[in-house]
Nanobody, 118 residues
Framework: QVQLAESGGGLVQAGDSLRLSCAAS????????MGWFRQAPGKERAFVAG????????YYGDPAKGRFTISRDNAKNTVYLQMNSLKPEDTAVYYC???????????WGQGTQVTVFS
């Protein structure tokens, strides 16, 4: 089992950047594929980005392509989401998730709020 804690959200202006972090507990972090999802008010949760166990492969949802970058540091048990050129439509609660067998994610964090104003 793994516990996840997101941080790094905040209130930013359109065009700004943010880096989200997700710290995982336990010694088995490197055995999980990791992902970022987001949920905007009144909308379903949406896939943002994913990364495999060793960080060698990454995947992005359409809104993230070209602007967001997912990475991980297995020595620090942390996965990151670098978000550039933020837009008001990126406003959402961002969640990180861990999974053993993709595409199913088994563990979720509590989320961090990102608000982008124009």
């Amino acid at each position: 089992q793994v516990q996840l804690a997101e941080s790094g959200g905040g209130l930013v202006q359109a065009g700004d950047s943010l880096r989200l972090s997700c710290a995982a507990s336990g010694r088995t972090f490197r055995t999980y594929a990791m992902g970022w999802f987001r949920q905007a008010p009144g909308k379903e949760r949406a896939f943002v980005a994913g990364i495999n166990r060793n960080g060698g492969s990454t995947y992005y949802g359409d809104p993230a392509k070209g602007r967001f970058t997912i990475s991980r540091d297995n020595a620090k048990n942390t996965v990151y989401l670098q978000m550039n050129s933020l837009k008001p439509e990126d406003t959402a609660v961002y969640y990180c998730a861990a999974g053993v067998n993709m595409p199913k994610y088994d563990y979720w964090g509590q989320g961090t709020q990102v608000t982008v104003f124009s």
